[in-house]
């Protein structure tokens, strides 16, 4: 991996002097990037899709940065490690850029923190990055009952550049009705084993839905898609079989499916996968417990990765086909999902896994997570239905990624109408303020 770090120092600049000066924290660096110290002046030898970010080496080269404020790459982050006054031009030059009204990110402190937070910002970067260019099909229309989960195709494309792309549900049926009996009988037999048991569904049904499984496979295949949301119920009329089993194993091959049609769920799994390399569970959020900070999540197509066993159940609501119920193991877990029609809004938490739950009321994979953040959210502000939970705490890394994307996080509306109220006493107060001084002149 290259880094090119475009310096700002002042007096002449040798790059040996350079790095003899700041070789504590370029050495730590050279373990896990290509370094190439690059002198502000000479920026534009960079390769254009290469990581960069700008170095500070030493005080007084704010002028030079303002001069030079293009060459930055957006948005915008400066690393420092403090020595020679660098740390104190940085602060200068963040202000400078906040007066504009600009993001502006420092990192600094301890070799191996600004170690590890440019690794961090390297792994968004990579993230967003990656995403351009990859296909995303729409099996199929989003179901009616998504009134808040569009997204504008072309303004998801400026942003993330990303295609979504339409594909009739009459593909998958064709596809179908295709699939060979030999090319289903071993791998059904093969996933029933797998199974820690199966209850409800029968044999045809699993064949049917691994029938259909195969079918949006050969569909992804021929189309070059790199993620898919399906028209699920539409299938159960036509097909006689869920979309849940075909789901979960795309899943757990790296294709990142959702069910319903779901725009904003979709692109929110592919950016997990893009980020982080792992599966998510697209669920309903079915119960919110204030008191306990707790919320239940649930649906029928968890992928068998994320489960230490899994049982083999027919569909919730239609009491048919193949659902997945996945026992997963109580740990750290992260609730995310980036929604809006422009998709530049996020919701993201950290919690614990507590329990599995068995209600007769709910989707067959029932998940407690007990929140580190207020579950307010759910019911006073939230960006819709599905929400995706990841194994593990990755805010962090998401946080990073989403601020590079200049994404808004959204918040609790008690807490947004406070903020305003303090925004709007602010004002008042400047306002106040400036008329006292002109009146004593």
Not at 379 to 388: C, E, M, S, V
Request: with cysteine.
């Amino acid at each position: 991996m290259n880094l090119y770090l475009i310096i700002f120092t002042a007096g002449t600049y040798k790059v040996e002097q350079v790095y003899e000066k700041h070789k504590d924290l370029f050495v730590e660096l050279e373990k896990h990037f290509t370094l190439h110290l690059v002198n502000y002046t000479d920026s534009e030898s960079i390769p254009s899709h290469e990581y960069k970010m700008a170095f500070i080496a030493s005080g007084g080269v704010e002028n030079a940065v303002v001069r030079f404020f293009s060459i930055l790459p957006y948005p915008i982050t400066l690393l420092t490690d403090g020595l020679n006054n660098s740390l104190a031009a940085a602060l200068e030059i963040s202000a400078w850029i906040q007066s504009r009204d600009m993001k502006v990110k420092i990192i600094h402190g301890s070799v191996p923190n600004m170690v590890n937070q440019v690794l961090l910002h390297h792994q968004a970067f990579a993230a967003k990055r990656s995403l351009k260019k990859k296909r995303i099909g729409v099996i199929g229309t989003p179901a009616s009952w998504l009134v808040a989960s569009h997204v504008d195709y072309l303004l998801a494309g400026q942003r993330w550049g990303v295609t979504y792309t339409d594909i009739s549900i009459e593909t998958v049926e064709k596809a179908f009705h295709e699939i060979t009996e030999d090319e289903i009988g071993p791998e059904a037999s093969l996933f029933a084993n797998r199974a820690k048991g199966i209850q409800e569904a029968t044999p045809e049904e699993l064949l049917r839905a691994m029938r259909l499984y195969k079918a949006i496979r050969r569909v992804c295949q021929e189309e070059n898609l790199d993620a898919l949301t399906l028209s699920c119920f539409s299938l159960i009329q036509s097909l006689k079989t869920t979309g849940c089993l075909a789901l979960s194993l795309l899943n757990d091959e790296g294709i990142p499916a959702g069910c319903e049609g779901d725009l904003q769920s979709i692109m929110t799994l592919l950016m997990v996968k893009e980020l982080i390399g792992k599966p998510g569970f697209m669920a309903n959020p079915s119960f919110v417990d204030l008191a306990r900070n707790e919320v239940l999540l649930a649906h029928c197509s968890i992928p068998t990765k994320m489960a230490e066993e899994f049982i083999i159940r027919n569909h919730f609501e239609t009491e048919s086909g193949i659902a997945i119920q996945g026992i997963v193991h109580p740990g750290e877990v992260t609730l995310f999902k980036c929604g809006g029609e422009c998709l530049d809004e996020y919701y993201l938490s950290s919690g614990h896994l507590i329990e599995n739950t068995n209600m007769v009321t709910c989707c067959r994979t029932q998940l407690k997570v007990r929140l580190d953040k207020p579950a307010d959210y759910f019911l006073h502000n939230p960006l819709g239905n599905h929400h995706i939970l990841i194994q593990g705490n990755y805010t962090d890394l998401i946080q990073e990624f989403m601020q590079q994307n200049r994404c808004k996080p959204r918040i609790d509306r008690f807490f947004k109408t406070i903020y305003s109220l303090i925004q709007f006493i602010i004002v008042s107060l400047c306002e106040i303020l400036q008329i006292e001084k002109q009146e004593k002149l």
